[in-house]
Protein backbone atom coordinates (compact mmCIF):
# COMPACT_ATOMS: atom_id res chain seq x y z
CA UNK A 1 0.00 0.00 0.00
CA UNK A 2 0.89 3.18 -0.92
CA UNK A 3 1.25 4.25 2.81
CA UNK A 4 3.85 1.75 3.45
CA UNK A 5 5.84 3.47 0.41
CA UNK A 6 5.56 6.26 -1.16
CA UNK A 7 3.69 8.27 2.06
CA UNK A 8 6.99 6.71 4.13
CA UNK A 9 9.59 7.74 1.67
CA UNK A 10 8.25 11.07 2.80
CA UNK A 11 8.72 10.65 6.07
CA UNK A 12 12.58 10.89 5.59
CA UNK A 13 12.35 14.09 4.13
CA UNK A 14 9.91 15.70 6.44
CA UNK A 15 12.54 17.06 8.62
CA UNK A 16 14.00 19.16 5.97
CA UNK A 17 10.59 20.62 5.05
CA UNK A 18 9.16 21.28 8.66
CA UNK A 19 9.51 24.76 8.84
CA UNK A 20 9.93 25.87 5.43
CA UNK A 21 7.07 28.12 5.58
CA UNK A 22 6.97 30.55 8.62
CA UNK A 23 3.44 30.27 11.15
CA UNK A 24 1.69 33.92 10.55
CA UNK A 25 1.45 35.92 13.85
CA UNK A 26 -1.79 34.81 15.10
CA UNK A 27 -2.09 32.21 13.21
CA UNK A 28 -2.45 29.39 15.77
CA UNK A 29 -6.14 27.43 15.81
CA UNK A 30 -7.57 25.91 19.51
CA UNK A 31 -6.49 22.41 19.89
CA UNK A 32 -8.70 20.00 18.91
CA UNK A 33 -8.23 15.91 19.07
CA UNK A 34 -10.47 16.03 15.55
CA UNK A 35 -12.14 18.79 13.63
CA UNK A 36 -15.07 17.79 11.27
CA UNK A 37 -14.08 17.78 7.66
CA UNK A 38 -15.12 20.70 6.41
CA UNK A 39 -13.40 23.02 9.26
CA UNK A 40 -9.89 21.10 8.53
CA UNK A 41 -10.57 22.46 4.82
CA UNK A 42 -11.90 26.00 6.29
CA UNK A 43 -8.70 26.07 8.39
CA UNK A 44 -6.08 24.96 5.66
CA UNK A 45 -4.11 27.74 4.29
CA UNK A 46 -3.62 26.45 0.45
CA UNK A 47 0.23 27.44 0.11
CA UNK A 48 0.00 24.37 -2.77
CA UNK A 49 -1.79 27.13 -5.10
CA UNK A 50 1.07 29.73 -4.76
CA UNK A 51 3.64 27.17 -5.13
CA UNK A 52 4.74 27.90 -8.76
CA UNK A 53 5.21 31.39 -8.01
CA UNK A 54 6.70 30.91 -5.07
CA UNK A 55 8.96 28.89 -7.02
CA UNK A 56 9.39 31.68 -9.60
CA UNK A 57 10.62 34.27 -7.32
CA UNK A 58 13.24 32.80 -5.69
CA UNK A 59 14.33 31.21 -9.21
CA UNK A 60 14.85 34.87 -10.24
CA UNK A 61 16.29 35.66 -7.05
CA UNK A 62 19.44 32.80 -7.41
CA UNK A 63 19.70 34.34 -11.32
CA UNK A 64 20.27 37.21 -9.97
CA UNK A 65 22.41 36.13 -6.93
CA UNK A 66 23.85 32.76 -7.95
CA UNK A 67 26.11 32.41 -5.38
CA UNK A 68 23.15 32.66 -2.38
CA UNK A 69 23.67 29.80 -0.52
CA UNK A 70 20.09 30.53 1.16
CA UNK A 71 18.30 31.23 -1.60
CA UNK A 72 19.39 28.08 -3.29
CA UNK A 73 18.28 26.44 -0.11
CA UNK A 74 15.00 27.58 -0.27
CA UNK A 75 14.67 27.35 -3.69
CA UNK A 76 15.56 23.43 -3.14
CA UNK A 77 12.87 22.89 -0.26
CA UNK A 78 9.95 24.58 -2.74
CA UNK A 79 11.41 22.43 -5.65
CA UNK A 80 10.87 19.27 -2.87
CA UNK A 81 7.71 20.45 -1.48
CA UNK A 82 6.29 20.73 -5.18
CA UNK A 83 7.43 16.96 -5.66
CA UNK A 84 5.48 16.11 -2.08
CA UNK A 85 2.45 17.92 -3.49
CA UNK A 86 2.55 16.54 -7.76
CA UNK A 87 5.37 14.00 -7.94
CA UNK A 88 7.12 14.93 -10.43
CA UNK A 89 10.01 13.95 -10.50
CA UNK A 90 11.81 16.56 -12.52
CA UNK A 91 11.41 18.44 -9.09
CA UNK A 92 13.25 15.70 -7.39
CA UNK A 93 16.28 16.45 -9.31
CA UNK A 94 16.11 20.28 -9.38
CA UNK A 95 15.92 19.85 -5.80
CA UNK A 96 18.82 18.29 -5.68
CA UNK A 97 20.79 20.82 -7.98
CA UNK A 98 19.77 23.69 -6.01
CA UNK A 99 20.88 21.86 -2.60
CA UNK A 100 24.06 20.35 -4.36
CA UNK A 101 25.21 24.51 -5.07
CA UNK A 102 23.82 25.42 -1.95
CA UNK A 103 26.13 22.90 -0.04
CA UNK A 104 29.32 24.12 -1.83
CA UNK A 105 29.16 27.40 -1.48
CA UNK A 106 28.61 27.23 1.96
CA UNK A 107 28.23 23.12 3.58
CA UNK A 108 25.44 23.37 6.43
CA UNK A 109 23.29 20.89 8.18
CA UNK A 110 20.35 22.35 6.46
CA UNK A 111 21.20 21.87 3.18
CA UNK A 112 22.79 18.53 3.57
CA UNK A 113 19.22 17.57 4.80
CA UNK A 114 17.62 18.99 1.96
CA UNK A 115 20.13 17.08 -0.77
CA UNK A 116 19.47 14.22 1.37
CA UNK A 117 15.79 14.51 0.97
CA UNK A 118 16.19 14.64 -2.84
CA UNK A 119 18.49 11.05 -2.53
CA UNK A 120 15.89 9.12 -0.24
CA UNK A 121 13.49 9.96 -2.56
CA UNK A 122 15.27 8.52 -5.45
CA UNK A 123 15.71 5.50 -3.01
CA UNK A 124 19.75 6.19 -2.90
CA UNK A 125 19.19 4.92 0.82
CA UNK A 126 23.20 4.85 1.40
CA UNK A 127 24.29 7.78 -0.52
CA UNK A 128 21.51 9.67 1.80
CA UNK A 129 23.22 8.03 4.87
CA UNK A 130 26.87 8.62 4.31
CA UNK A 131 25.82 11.79 4.12
CA UNK A 132 23.84 13.24 7.19
CA UNK A 133 26.38 11.17 8.92
CA UNK A 134 29.35 13.19 7.81
CA UNK A 135 27.86 16.34 8.30
CA UNK A 136 30.27 17.73 9.92
CA UNK A 137 28.01 19.64 13.10
CA UNK A 138 25.45 17.45 13.69
CA UNK A 139 21.69 18.71 14.73
CA UNK A 140 18.52 16.79 16.08
CA UNK A 141 17.56 17.30 12.54
CA UNK A 142 20.25 15.06 10.86
CA UNK A 143 20.15 12.31 13.87
CA UNK A 144 16.25 12.28 13.10
CA UNK A 145 16.70 11.63 9.32
CA UNK A 146 19.89 9.30 10.37
CA UNK A 147 17.37 7.56 12.60
CA UNK A 148 14.31 6.98 9.54
CA UNK A 149 16.84 6.66 7.04
CA UNK A 150 18.04 3.50 9.21
CA UNK A 151 14.55 1.98 9.57
CA UNK A 152 14.41 2.19 5.77
CA UNK A 153 17.66 0.01 5.47
CA UNK A 154 16.30 -2.18 8.56
CA UNK A 155 18.69 -1.45 10.87
CA UNK A 156 16.24 -0.94 14.14
CA UNK A 157 18.59 -0.92 16.46
CA UNK A 158 20.81 1.74 15.19
CA UNK A 159 17.29 3.60 14.76
CA UNK A 160 16.74 2.74 18.20
CA UNK A 161 19.98 4.60 19.51
CA UNK A 162 19.71 7.33 17.12
CA UNK A 163 16.01 7.79 18.60
CA UNK A 164 16.73 7.84 22.28
CA UNK A 165 19.77 10.28 21.43
CA UNK A 166 17.10 13.01 20.75
CA UNK A 167 16.14 15.49 22.66
CA UNK A 168 12.48 15.27 24.35
CA UNK A 169 10.39 17.59 22.54
CA UNK A 170 6.65 16.94 22.81
CA UNK A 171 6.30 19.80 20.48
CA UNK A 172 8.01 18.94 17.18
CA UNK A 173 6.04 16.76 15.24
CA UNK A 174 9.05 15.39 12.85
CA UNK A 175 10.54 13.89 15.60
CA UNK A 176 7.07 12.12 16.70
CA UNK A 177 6.29 10.75 13.50
CA UNK A 178 9.47 9.01 13.14
CA UNK A 179 9.06 7.65 16.99
CA UNK A 180 6.00 6.90 15.90
CA UNK A 181 7.40 5.02 13.10
CA UNK A 182 9.51 2.68 15.02
CA UNK A 183 6.93 1.99 17.34
CA UNK A 184 4.74 0.74 14.29
CA UNK A 185 7.12 -1.54 13.34
CA UNK A 186 8.89 -2.65 16.58
CA UNK A 187 4.99 -3.99 18.06
CA UNK A 188 3.85 -1.27 19.71
CA UNK A 189 0.95 0.01 17.29
CA UNK A 190 -1.35 1.58 20.09
CA UNK A 191 1.55 3.88 21.16
CA UNK A 192 2.48 4.55 17.97
CA UNK A 193 -1.07 5.67 16.90
CA UNK A 194 -1.38 7.57 20.55
CA UNK A 195 1.94 9.12 19.42
CA UNK A 196 1.04 10.11 15.59
CA UNK A 197 -2.55 11.34 16.53
CA UNK A 198 -0.65 13.91 19.02
CA UNK A 199 1.07 15.06 16.23
CA UNK A 200 -1.84 15.35 13.93
CA UNK A 201 -3.28 17.57 16.75
CA UNK A 202 -0.09 19.87 17.20
CA UNK A 203 -0.15 19.94 13.04
CA UNK A 204 -3.67 21.22 12.37
CA UNK A 205 -2.86 23.93 15.31
CA UNK A 206 -1.06 26.24 12.87
CA UNK A 207 -3.26 26.86 10.02
CA UNK A 208 -0.42 28.01 8.62
CA UNK A 209 1.70 24.75 8.38
CA UNK A 210 1.69 23.39 4.76
CA UNK A 211 -1.52 21.48 3.31
CA UNK A 212 0.19 18.67 1.95
CA UNK A 213 2.21 18.18 5.30
CA UNK A 214 -0.55 18.49 7.34
CA UNK A 215 -2.22 15.72 5.11
CA UNK A 216 0.43 13.78 5.33
CA UNK A 217 0.02 13.38 9.18
CA UNK A 218 -3.38 12.32 8.82
CA UNK A 219 -2.77 9.58 6.26
CA UNK A 220 -0.31 8.30 8.02
CA UNK A 221 -3.09 8.33 11.15
CA UNK A 222 -5.25 6.68 8.76
CA UNK A 223 -2.75 3.98 7.52
CA UNK A 224 -2.05 3.01 11.22
CA UNK A 225 -5.77 3.13 11.79
CA UNK A 226 -6.16 0.82 8.55
CA UNK A 227 -3.45 -1.58 10.20
CA UNK A 228 -5.30 -1.94 13.56
CA UNK A 229 -8.65 -2.53 12.16
CA UNK A 230 -10.07 0.27 13.02
CA UNK A 231 -12.10 0.95 9.62
CA UNK A 232 -14.21 3.95 10.12
CA UNK A 233 -11.41 6.07 12.03
CA UNK A 234 -8.92 5.17 9.01
CA UNK A 235 -11.62 6.31 6.42
CA UNK A 236 -12.38 10.08 8.33
CA UNK A 237 -8.56 10.09 8.61
CA UNK A 238 -8.29 9.84 5.06
CA UNK A 239 -11.02 11.83 3.93
CA UNK A 240 -9.48 14.86 6.08
CA UNK A 241 -6.55 14.67 4.45
CA UNK A 242 -8.24 15.01 1.07
CA UNK A 243 -10.41 17.92 2.83
CA UNK A 244 -6.53 19.69 3.72
CA UNK A 245 -4.83 19.06 0.49
CA UNK A 246 -7.49 18.00 -2.20
CA UNK A 247 -4.51 16.78 -4.85
CA UNK A 248 -3.65 14.09 -2.25
CA UNK A 249 -2.50 10.73 -3.59
CA UNK A 250 -1.27 9.06 -0.94
CA UNK A 251 -5.03 9.63 0.83
CA UNK A 252 -6.88 8.01 -2.41
CA UNK A 253 -4.93 5.04 -2.33
CA UNK A 254 -5.08 4.30 1.31
CA UNK A 255 -8.84 4.67 1.06
CA UNK A 256 -8.89 2.54 -2.59
CA UNK A 257 -7.47 -0.04 -0.66
CA UNK A 258 -10.02 0.58 2.63
CA UNK A 259 -12.76 0.48 -0.05
CA UNK A 260 -11.71 -3.22 -1.31
CA UNK A 261 -11.30 -4.66 1.50
CA UNK A 262 -14.89 -4.00 2.78
CA UNK A 263 -15.67 -4.81 -0.97
CA UNK A 264 -17.06 -1.48 -1.77
CA UNK A 265 -15.51 -2.35 -5.36
CA UNK A 266 -17.62 0.89 -7.03
CA UNK A 267 -16.08 3.52 -4.23
CA UNK A 268 -12.27 1.99 -4.46
CA UNK A 269 -12.84 2.24 -8.44
CA UNK A 270 -13.96 5.90 -8.30
CA UNK A 271 -11.56 6.76 -5.82
CA UNK A 272 -8.53 5.00 -7.64
CA UNK A 273 -9.39 6.86 -10.67
CA UNK A 274 -9.21 10.11 -8.97
CA UNK A 275 -5.93 9.24 -7.46
CA UNK A 276 -4.73 8.07 -10.85
CA UNK A 277 -6.06 11.23 -12.66
CA UNK A 278 -3.12 12.68 -10.38
CA UNK A 279 -0.25 10.54 -10.64
CA UNK A 280 -1.09 6.62 -11.80
CA UNK A 281 1.22 4.84 -9.37
CA UNK A 282 0.85 0.90 -9.66
CA UNK A 283 -0.69 0.54 -6.02
CA UNK A 284 -3.27 2.53 -7.12
CA UNK A 285 -3.81 0.90 -10.70
CA UNK A 286 -3.72 -2.22 -8.39
CA UNK A 287 -6.80 -1.31 -6.91
CA UNK A 288 -8.24 -0.24 -10.02
CA UNK A 289 -7.70 -3.51 -11.26
CA UNK A 290 -8.79 -5.15 -8.55
CA UNK A 291 -12.40 -3.62 -8.56
CA UNK A 292 -12.55 -4.09 -12.34
CA UNK A 293 -12.01 -7.25 -11.75
CA UNK A 294 -14.73 -7.83 -9.14
CA UNK A 295 -17.13 -5.83 -11.14
CA UNK A 296 -17.06 -7.78 -13.65
CA UNK A 297 -15.17 -5.43 -16.65
CA UNK A 298 -12.09 -7.86 -17.87
CA UNK A 299 -11.62 -5.33 -21.07
CA UNK A 300 -10.88 -3.09 -18.36
CA UNK A 301 -8.88 -4.72 -16.03
CA UNK A 302 -6.85 -5.69 -19.30
CA UNK A 303 -6.69 -1.77 -20.05
CA UNK A 304 -5.47 -1.25 -16.66
CA UNK A 305 -2.89 -3.81 -16.73
CA UNK A 306 -1.18 -2.51 -20.08
CA UNK A 307 -0.84 1.04 -18.01
CA UNK A 308 1.18 -0.85 -15.21
CA UNK A 309 3.17 -2.15 -17.70
CA UNK A 310 3.86 1.21 -18.76
CA UNK A 311 4.38 2.53 -15.35
CA UNK A 312 6.84 -0.39 -14.69
CA UNK A 313 9.21 0.05 -17.51
CA UNK A 314 9.51 4.03 -16.78
CA UNK A 315 10.30 3.18 -13.28
CA UNK A 316 12.95 0.85 -14.42
CA UNK A 317 14.45 3.60 -16.58
CA UNK A 318 14.76 5.74 -13.70
CA UNK A 319 16.40 2.75 -11.59
CA UNK A 320 13.49 2.92 -9.15
CA UNK A 321 12.00 -0.75 -8.94
CA UNK A 322 8.84 -0.23 -7.11
CA UNK A 323 7.73 -3.00 -4.83
CA UNK A 324 4.15 -2.88 -5.35
CA UNK A 325 5.06 -3.72 -9.12
CA UNK A 326 6.37 -6.72 -7.34
CA UNK A 327 3.00 -7.23 -4.83
CA UNK A 328 0.63 -7.11 -7.71
CA UNK A 329 2.92 -9.42 -9.97
CA UNK A 330 2.83 -12.00 -6.65
CA UNK A 331 -0.60 -11.62 -5.87
CA UNK A 332 -2.28 -11.81 -9.45
CA UNK A 333 -0.21 -14.66 -10.16
CA UNK A 334 1.72 -13.12 -13.26
CA UNK A 335 5.59 -12.55 -14.30
CA UNK A 336 6.48 -14.38 -10.84
CA UNK A 337 9.95 -14.68 -11.78
CA UNK A 338 10.04 -10.34 -12.55
CA UNK A 339 8.22 -10.01 -9.06
CA UNK A 340 11.08 -11.88 -7.22
CA UNK A 341 13.68 -10.02 -9.46
CA UNK A 342 12.09 -6.99 -7.65
CA UNK A 343 11.98 -8.30 -4.81
CA UNK A 344 15.58 -9.26 -4.37
CA UNK A 345 16.84 -6.13 -5.77
CA UNK A 346 14.41 -4.43 -3.10
CA UNK A 347 16.01 -6.25 -0.17
CA UNK A 348 19.68 -5.42 -1.75
CA UNK A 349 19.55 -1.79 -1.44
CA UNK A 350 16.51 -1.46 1.29
CA UNK A 351 16.19 -3.91 3.40
CA UNK A 352 13.36 -3.16 5.83
CA UNK A 353 10.54 -5.44 7.20
CA UNK A 354 8.30 -4.95 3.89
CA UNK A 355 11.14 -5.58 1.90
CA UNK A 356 11.62 -8.87 3.18
CA UNK A 357 7.92 -9.80 3.32
CA UNK A 358 7.64 -8.89 -0.22
CA UNK A 359 10.72 -11.40 -0.81
CA UNK A 360 8.93 -14.20 1.03
CA UNK A 361 5.96 -14.04 -1.04
CA UNK A 362 7.29 -13.30 -4.31
CA UNK A 363 9.83 -16.35 -3.08
CA UNK A 364 6.79 -18.22 -2.05
CA UNK A 365 4.97 -17.86 -5.19
CA UNK A 366 7.91 -19.48 -7.44
CA UNK A 367 8.51 -22.16 -5.52
CA UNK A 368 11.84 -21.13 -3.42
CA UNK A 369 10.24 -22.22 -0.05
CA UNK A 370 13.74 -21.98 1.80
CA UNK A 371 13.88 -18.72 1.21
CA UNK A 372 10.24 -17.78 2.14
CA UNK A 373 10.63 -19.31 5.03
CA UNK A 374 13.74 -17.07 5.76
CA UNK A 375 12.78 -13.55 4.90
CA UNK A 376 9.64 -14.52 6.58
CA UNK A 377 10.56 -14.67 9.48
CA UNK A 378 12.91 -11.59 8.99
CA UNK A 379 10.16 -9.64 8.08
CA UNK A 380 8.18 -10.98 11.61
CA UNK A 381 11.06 -10.59 13.98
CA UNK A 382 10.05 -7.92 15.77
CA UNK A 383 6.41 -9.00 15.98
CA UNK A 384 5.14 -5.85 13.77
CA UNK A 385 1.18 -5.32 14.43
CA UNK A 386 0.59 -5.94 10.60
CA UNK A 387 -1.96 -8.68 9.86
CA UNK A 388 -0.62 -9.12 6.48
CA UNK A 389 2.89 -10.31 7.32
CA UNK A 390 1.17 -12.88 9.78
CA UNK A 391 -0.84 -14.45 7.12
CA UNK A 392 2.08 -14.71 4.73
CA UNK A 393 4.25 -16.25 7.46
CA UNK A 394 1.05 -18.51 8.46
CA UNK A 395 0.33 -19.71 4.56
CA UNK A 396 4.30 -20.42 4.07
CA UNK A 397 4.21 -22.20 7.38
CA UNK A 398 1.74 -24.69 6.51
CA UNK A 399 3.58 -25.14 3.44
CA UNK A 400 6.57 -26.07 5.14
CA UNK A 401 5.44 -28.29 7.43
CA UNK A 402 4.47 -26.66 10.64
CA UNK A 403 0.92 -26.63 11.23
CA UNK A 404 0.91 -25.39 14.64
CA UNK A 405 2.97 -21.76 13.89
CA UNK A 406 0.41 -21.68 10.69
CA UNK A 407 -2.91 -21.89 13.11
CA UNK A 408 -0.82 -18.89 15.74
CA UNK A 409 -0.18 -16.57 13.11
CA UNK A 410 -3.36 -16.73 11.11
CA UNK A 411 -5.20 -16.52 14.40
CA UNK A 412 -2.90 -13.48 14.83
CA UNK A 413 -3.77 -12.34 11.47
CA UNK A 414 -7.59 -11.69 12.41
CA UNK A 415 -7.01 -11.05 15.49
CA UNK A 416 -5.21 -7.83 14.98
CA UNK A 417 -7.37 -7.06 11.87
CA UNK A 418 -10.68 -9.32 10.86
CA UNK A 419 -10.52 -7.42 7.11
CA UNK A 420 -7.15 -6.59 6.80
CA UNK A 421 -7.52 -7.85 2.98
CA UNK A 422 -10.36 -8.02 0.41
CA UNK A 423 -8.90 -11.48 -0.55
CA UNK A 424 -6.69 -12.69 1.83
CA UNK A 425 -8.48 -12.22 5.36
CA UNK A 426 -11.49 -14.63 3.74
CA UNK A 427 -8.35 -17.60 2.83
CA UNK A 428 -6.81 -16.92 6.63
CA UNK A 429 -10.33 -17.85 8.10
CA UNK A 430 -11.15 -20.94 5.41
CA UNK A 431 -7.45 -22.32 6.39
CA UNK A 432 -7.96 -21.78 9.66
CA UNK A 433 -11.32 -24.22 9.86
CA UNK A 434 -9.36 -26.68 7.70
CA UNK A 435 -6.40 -26.72 10.25
CA UNK A 436 -8.80 -26.99 13.15
CA UNK A 437 -10.63 -29.63 11.64
CA UNK A 438 -7.23 -31.44 11.71
CA UNK A 439 -7.29 -31.73 7.78
CA UNK A 440 -4.30 -32.52 6.49
CA UNK A 441 -3.66 -29.85 3.13
CA UNK A 442 -2.03 -31.34 0.23
CA UNK A 443 0.68 -29.02 -1.85
CA UNK A 444 -2.39 -28.53 -4.32
CA UNK A 445 -4.33 -26.72 -1.96
CA UNK A 446 -1.91 -23.96 -1.55
CA UNK A 447 -2.00 -23.23 -5.00
CA UNK A 448 -3.23 -19.67 -4.02
CA UNK A 449 -0.14 -18.90 -3.30
CA UNK A 450 0.31 -18.40 -6.86
CA UNK A 451 -2.08 -15.89 -6.31
CA UNK A 452 -1.14 -14.13 -3.23
CA UNK A 453 1.04 -11.28 -3.24
CA UNK A 454 3.62 -9.53 -0.59
CA UNK A 455 2.83 -6.20 1.72
CA UNK A 456 2.71 -3.41 -0.01
Known amino acids: MLGRSLSLCLLVGLLALLGTVPALANSKLPAQAHLPQRDVAAAVFPDYEQRNLIIHNYEVQVQQAPDASIQLRLLAAQYLRRFREQADVEDLLRAEHAAQRAQAIQPSSEAALLLASTLLSQHRFREALQLVTETPQATAETVALQASIQMELGDYEAAHQLIQSLPTDAEHSGYSAIAARYLELTHHLDAARQLLDASVQRIDSFYTNAAEMRAWFHVRSGDLAFVAGDLTESERRYQEAIALFPQDIAARTGLARLYAAQHRWQAALAVANQGIERVPLVETLGYKADAQRALGDPQGVEETEALIEVVARLSKVQGIYD ?28 DDIYAEDTLAWAAAANGDWQTAQQATQQATRYGTEDALLHFHRGMIALHCGDP ?33 HTVVLKPATLSLLTSAGPAS
Do not use: C, S, W
Open 323 to 350: RALAVYYTEHGIHLPDALEIAQREVAVR
Open 404 to 436: ADAQAQLRLALRLNPTFHHKYAAEARQTLTQLT
